[in-house]
């Protein structure tokens, strides 16, 4: 990830350090204050850079009992389709591993999978579960159409009302939360997985921040190290760019 780049090593590791340790993240524009860049460009993407290291090549898919669900990100626009529409939104597909809490009959989220998607057919949402949830996963959904083929893939479809899915639900909630606070919904579709990806291993690792700040620079030996013009020369959901 630090491919050709100019600035100091002892850089690359505070701005590694502030992404994967505080809380909530940090903006582009914070970052290029913390660290004194002269040009908001730079913090762009430098921050960039790092989120393409946060998503390793042929992680262990999800497995056991799985929620799955899709939730719009963008807001309601004036004169926008409400429903599952992506005219002025981004769908997003989420699936997140259900946990048995310490205390008896409650349920803890566990690992997390995000991803931008097209539409919310059964091809785009059959194409999130092959590649993230484990054949034989046990998969609940809502009532949605586009769920349809679950079974046929080789998962134990369990269709359920949208009430008893609340994990995925403060996911989303959180996810929502996390891009109006620390980046104040300023998140092009274009870039959008880029931010799914760090919530995700946020998420994924929010119990041990010191191990994913080390586990940042394991990958971002192979993490590709994308140009200013690569980055906004792509399509509209970042393919090639931001690992989906």
Request: hydrophobic letters at 40%; zero cysteines; aromatic letters at 8%.
């Given at each position: ?44 993407q ?27 990100i ?11 529409s ?43 579960l ?43 909630a ?24 760090e ?30 013009r ?15």
């Amino acid at each position: 990830m630090m491919h050709r780049s100019r600035l100091p090593l002892l850089m690359w590791l505070h701005a590694a350090f502030l992404v994967t340790t505080l809380t909530p993240g940090i903006s582009a524009v914070q970052l290029r204050k913390q660290l004194g860049l002269k040009r908001y460009e730079t913090a762009f993407q430098l921050l960039h850079r790092i989120r393409s290291a946060m998503v390793a090549s042929g992680r262990e898919r999800l497995r056991g009992t799985v929620e799955v669900d899709e939730s719009l990100i963008g807001g309601v626009h004036l004169g926008g389709t409400r429903g599952r529409s992506t005219e002025r939104k981004t769908l997003v597909a989420g699936a997140v591993e259900v946990r048995k809490a310490k205390k008896r009959g409650q349920r803890m989220a566990g690992r997390i999978r995000l991803r931008a998607v097209v539409d919310a057919s059964a091809a785009s949402l059959g194409g999130f579960l092959e590649d993230h949830v484990f054949p034989g996963t046990t998969i609940l959904t809502d009532g949605h159409m586009g769920y349809h083929r679950v079974s046929a893939q080789g998962y134990d479809h369990r269709p359920e009302t949208a009430a008893t899915l609340p994990l995925i639900h403060r996911e989303f909630a959180n996810l929502k939360t996390w891009l109006r606070g620390t980046h104040h919904d300023r998140v092009e579709r274009q870039h959008l997985q880029a931010y799914l990806n760090e919530f995700t291993f946020r998420h994924n690792r929010r119990f041990w921040p010191f191990s994913a700040f080390r586990r940042v620079l394991e990958l971002g030996f192979q993490a590709p190290a994308s140009t200013y013009r690569e980055m906004y020369s792509t399509d509209e959901f970042g393919t090639g760019i931001h690992p989906r």
